[in-house]
């Protein structure tokens, strides 16, 4: 897949060429030229997505990569090299809170395991910086309401990586959603899963995770649920088959299949699973239309169609999307269409609270 920037590389090799490019990639030419504020991030946790998501700021014109927290010294040496990061933004999880004497730190992206968020990103409100903090913000809505308050406390902006929030084919589907194309809507169906592989990982370490699939991927069925349909859920269901309690322990779910009902009528119906692949795809019905998303959530390309034909909107990388636009949110105000905020992430965590009571209770939980 070609990235903005490849294309924009390919293009810029003589400013000769600029006038025989069309009005689109003239477009593209001068939005390059960038000169606004940059959001300076540091990125906190340096594991696998923390890889995904430096590799795509590469490509972002308002955000970038200037510094890096890790507990693990060789680490800190490769993301210094690799990205060309100063030794005087380099910290450890011990000394990260001397960021608030380091002007060159707008920001700290926290990519750390899910139960690790909340005193991440308190350490850094208290440094007086920026958090972005990667889903799910917290592991319950008690502590993501905490987090919320902390930062409003200390005057710093909580974010959450929601990256589909910027993502073009989601977005079309929510602006025809908003314009009524749909008619009355009245079920969306969301399937998230994979089969996880390594069963020492954290992400099947409660203390860690702070659950099992539905922490970690069954979290997009519920928020995508939520701007699929635009409404907020008010009551669920849910039960969980368990066919490895050797491998998903107490506290650890497998499989969840869960129900939300949504005040104007719809009702949405889900799965989230540790042990099935395949499954990534939202499916929204409206009395006059349909979307159908497959994948829906990945990485990209997401796919899908609506009753009016296929989605054709382009694929950027989605982490890109994401930061250029969070540095918009921080340095212009934007609002996104989709919320990505603490308070935004703390609706999803209560839903979940709500599903794992349902599913322990069997009873349909108010929300
Ligand atoms: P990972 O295991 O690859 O990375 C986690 C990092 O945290 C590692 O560098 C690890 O060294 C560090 N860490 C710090 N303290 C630790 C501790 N006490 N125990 C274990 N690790 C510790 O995990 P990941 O896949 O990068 O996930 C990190 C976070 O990113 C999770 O919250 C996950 O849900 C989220 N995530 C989001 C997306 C997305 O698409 N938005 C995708 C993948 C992961």
Redesign the pocket.
């Given at each position: 897949m070609t990235s903005r920037r490849d294309f924009l590389q390919k293009i810029s090799f003589s400013a000769a060429a600029i006038p025989f490019l069309s009005v689109k990639e003239q477009q593209a030419a001068q939005e390059e030229r960038y000169d606004g504020p940059v959001l300076r991030v540091a990125i906190?946790?340096?594991?696998?997505?923390?890889?995904?998501v430096a590799e795509a700021m590469k490509e972002c014109k308002k955000a970038k990569l200037v510094g890096v927290i890790?507990?693990?010294p060789s680490?800190l040496a490769a993301w210094q090299a690799r990205y060309g990061i100063p030794e005087k933004n380099c910290y450890n999880?011990g000394n990260y809170g001397d960021i608030k004497n380091n002007p060159d730190i707008d920001a700290v992206y926290?990519?750390?395991?899910?139960a690790?968020?909340k005193p991440h990103v308190i350490g850094v409100a208290k440094a007086g910086k920026h958090a972005i903090?990667?889903?799910?913000m917290s592991v319950n809505a008690k502590d993501g309401q905490e987090m919320v308050d902390a930062c409003k406390k200390a005057n710093v902006k909580l974010l959450v990586?929601?990256?589909v929030h910027f993502e073009p084919k989601t977005l079309e589907v929510i602006r025809m959603r908003k314009a009524g194309e749909f008619g009355k809507i009245l079920f969306f169906q969301g399937l998230s899963g994979f089969i996880i592989g390594d069963p020492n990982?954290?992400?099947l370490?409660k203390a860690?995770?702070g659950g099992g699939s539905m922490?970690?991927i069954g979290?997009y069925s519920v928020n995508g649920a939520r701007y699929m349909i635009g409404e907020e859920p008010v009551w669920v269901t849910a039960q969980e088959t368990k066919n490895d309690p050797v491998k998903f322990k107490e506290g650890i779910d497998e499989t969840i299949q869960f129900q939300m009902g949504f005040p104007g009528g719809a009702v949405a119906s889900c799965l989230s699973t540790y042990s099935l692949n395949n499954l990534d795809k939202f499916y929204l019905d409206g009395v006059n239309g349909f979307a159908e998303m497959q994948p829906s959530?990945?990485?990209g390309p997401i796919a899908g169609r609506t009753h009016k034909g296929e989605l054709t909107q382009p694929h950027i990388t989605?982490?890109a999307l994401q930061m250029d636009g969070m540095a918009e949110l921080i340095f212009e105000g934007k609002q996104p269409v989709v919320p990505v905020d603490g308070e935004e992430a703390v609706k999803d965590l209560r839903i979940i609270d709500a599903i794992f009571e349902a599913a322990k209770t069997g009873k349909k939980i108010p929300l």
């Open positions: 906190m946790g340096l594991g696998s997505y923390a890889t995904r890790s507990g693990t680490k999880y926290v990519i750390t395991p899910n690790l968020h903090c990667e889903k799910p990586g929601y990256r990982q954290w992400r370490n860690l995770s922490m970690d979290i959530t990945g990485y989605h982490q």
